[in-house]
């Protein structure tokens, strides 16, 4: 009944029962001395009898003290009783209010948790959930949150979850910290789906500074780290085929050369893959490549790495120590299962391959070492025709490895525009007088000396370097051609234009914008094109001929009757000229043979108002039998090998 009064008057009814208890106390101890209850009472009320104490006996005047003593300890104890009383009070009233407060506080604190959409969870320093808002519950897909311990409720554990660094306990990890910390954990739903979430955990401390628990706000990270993981493999991984890419295929090696790990390293590119993307598609070309991919791992198995390390070109890594023969083996399997017969698109045909081989440490220590020389085994294994494989030799390789070398530095020269050009003569076969000049590339490199012009075109198709070879061929050559001009020789110059470069679209906008650079006359300007790059692709050709035509250059057939030979668009092309082949030249006027040749093309493009030149003029038993069938052009070493263009202007004059 107390609980419900007030505390005010809750203590005057503990002093009262107190001064009652005091006010019979001392009744009762009158009564022990001789005094009755009524005398007693009597002076409980009115205070101590202040008579004169000589009016008494030595008895009366002890009891009356003796009585004193016991009123005024009682009315003490009365007091210190109203005091206690208050006291008590006070405090319980502190305590209600601080317990209203907390109450308060604490149904505020759940006010603004509810009013959070992510889930929030108050947990105790023994795990226990003290707190949990409406998204915690959707969250965790349970309402039995509340007094359950964390690791139950979202963990499925019977105890406190082990601890890893890459998953740390919240809870104990603010405790340690004793700050905010972040975490990312997997908590299991009551339905037994696995979420990925990204927790914030506070720490909360009682007044003595001890640890009370943690307030934990959890965020459903599942579909952003998700989407992180597919990134990373798409990163690291061929959308094709699904297997590593280049960019992984290379870590793994790394990791593999950092662990000193014996290996194999296998390149494989796929024979005349280009004709199958040129005849079927590039849909159909696709389907290949996924076949190819199955067929790869199966025949290496599990255990090895297989990787796209781009277009048609697929690397594996076969890890341990293997025997020579155990690695043909291998590559045997390989090109076996490659050459099975498959159909894409109801069309059925076989795909052959070809793979350089390299074993670490043997054939290189360096990730770009082990490459190189899997590459140089893969270039001998082609030279040696489709569906072969080569191991790489240190010694007999080394032609291989010097042309990897001069590539390099083929590449380095043309990306310093370092490339020279020489000028040959062409001379009118009549008057003998200087008619015009070809534009021929030259390389010399300070560590491997004069290349070949032959050696030198072959590296820049190779390489894909012809078309910028090509391009500052050409813009060299309209340069030199302009100044000529400028010192009052007039003469045209002939630049090659190689088959990459002509059925580039771009190809007129190059001749443009070297024209427009150098300020060199249209007419001044011939581009010889072998026919067979013609051939290649017939309306391609044309348009780009056609195109070439209106900026108002001239357009020569180079190596002519080395080919078809078509007389078809020699009608239909816009051709000014016919350059014979030096082949044909060689053996005049001895073999009857190239003279027949000869007289053909010359009557062929007389016929039809083309310009006849003859290149690889060497004698002059040539000369005069060319001139005598009314040959236009003469080149060749009779006249001038090619020279610098200073010596050009010597020639003309």
């Avoid at 040959?631 to 020639?651: H, N, R, W």
Wanted: charged share 25%; hydrophobic share 45%.
């Amino acid at each position: 009944m107390i609980r419900h009064l007030t505390p005010r008057l809750e203590a005057w009814l503990i002093a009262a029962w107190t001064l009652l208890l005091a006010s019979s106390l001392y009744a009762n101890i009158g009564e022990i001395r001789g005094v009755s209850p009524e005398a007693a009472a009597v002076t409980a009320r009115a205070g101590i009898d202040r008579a004169p104490i000589d009016a008494h006996s030595d008895v009366e005047r002890h009891q009356v003290a003796s009585m004193a003593w016991s009123h005024g300890a009682i009315w003490l104890v009365g007091l210190l009783g109203i005091c206690s009383a208050n006291r008590f009070a006070r405090r319980r009233h502190q305590a209600e209010m601080a317990s209203a407060v907390a109450g308060k506080e604490q149904a505020a604190l759940q006010l603004v948790m509810d009013g959070v959409a992510e889930s929030i969870l108050m947990i105790d320093a023994d795990y226990a959930i003290r707190m949990a808002n409406p998204a915690a519950r959707d969250f965790h897909g349970t309402d039995a949150l509340i007094g359950n311990p964390c690791y139950r409720m979202i963990h499925g554990e019977s105890a406190p979850c082990p601890e890893t660094p890459m998953q740390p306990c919240p809870l104990r990890a603010a405790e340690r910290e004793g700050k905010p910390v972040v975490v990312t954990h997997e908590h299991k739903r009551a339905d037994g789906e696995t979420r990925i979430v990204e927790l914030l955990a506070t720490p909360l401390h009682n007044d003595d500074g001890s640890f009370k628990g943690i307030i934990k706000v959890s965020r459903d990270v599942t579909a952003r780290i998700q989407a992180e993981r597919n990134l990373r493999h798409l990163a690291h991984h061929d959308a094709l085929t699904r297997l590593p890419n280049r960019l992984r295929f290379e870590d793994a090696l790394e990791r593999l050369l950092e662990a000193s790990l014996e290996l194999t390293l296998m390149f494989i590119d796929l024979d005349r893959f280009k004709h199958i993307n040129d005849t079927l598609g590039h849909s159909s070309g696709d389907q290949v490549l996924r076949i190819v991919a199955k067929r790869l791992r199966s025949a290496i198995g599990p255990e090895h790495f297989l990787a796209r390390f781009g277009g048609d070109e697929f690397t594996v890594l076969l890890v341990g120590s293997l025997s020579q023969p155990e690695i043909s083996l291998i590559a045997r399997r390989i090109l076996t299962d490659l050459d099975q017969a498959m159909v894409v698109d109801s069309y059925q045909f076989r795909v052959s391959a070809s793979i350089g081989i390299a074993t670490y440490p043997y054939d290189g220590k360096t990730v770009a070492g082990l490459m190189k020389s899997a590459d140089t085994a893969l270039h001998r294994a082609k030279s040696l025709g489709y569906g072969n494989f080569e191991l790489f030799n240190r010694v007999g390789d080394q032609p291989a490895l010097h042309r990897l070398q001069l590539e390099a530095a083929l590449r380095a020269s043309v990306a310093e525009n370092a490339l020279e050009v020489v000028f040959q003569p062409q001379v009118d076969a009549t008057t003998g007088r200087l008619a015009g000049v070809e534009a021929l590339a030259r390389w010399s490199h300070p560590t491997f000396g004069a290349i070949a012009p032959t050696e030198l075109i072959a590296i820049a198709e190779e390489s894909g370097l012809i078309v910028e070879v090509g391009r500052q061929v050409l813009l060299k050559a309209c340069r030199q051609a302009a100044d000529w001009l400028a010192q009052g020789i007039e003469t045209r110059v002939a630049v090659n234009v190689s088959p990459r470069q002509l059925l580039r679209v771009d190809l007129w906008r190059q001749v443009a914008e070297a024209l427009e650079q150098t300020a060199l006359p249209a007419h001044l300007l011939e581009l010889e094109i072998v026919e067979s790059a013609i051939l290649q692709d017939v309306d391609a050709a044309a348009k780009v001929l056609g195109e070439l035509r209106k900026l108002g250059v001239s357009i020569a057939i180079d190596d002519y009757g080395t080919g078809y030979s078509s007389l078809k668009y020699l009608k239909h092309f816009p051709v000014d000229a016919l350059k014979i082949d030096q082949s044909f030249v060689n053996q005049l006027p001895r073999l009857r043979s190239d003279k027949a040749v000869v007289n053909t093309i010359i009557s062929l493009a007389k016929n039809l108002d083309l310009l006849v030149i003859a290149e690889g003029v060497e004698t002059p038993a040539q000369r005069d039998y060319l001139a005598s069938q009314g040959c236009d052009l003469l080149q060749g070493f009779l006249f001038s090998e090619p020279v610098p263009p200073e010596q050009i202007a010597a020639i003309y004059k």
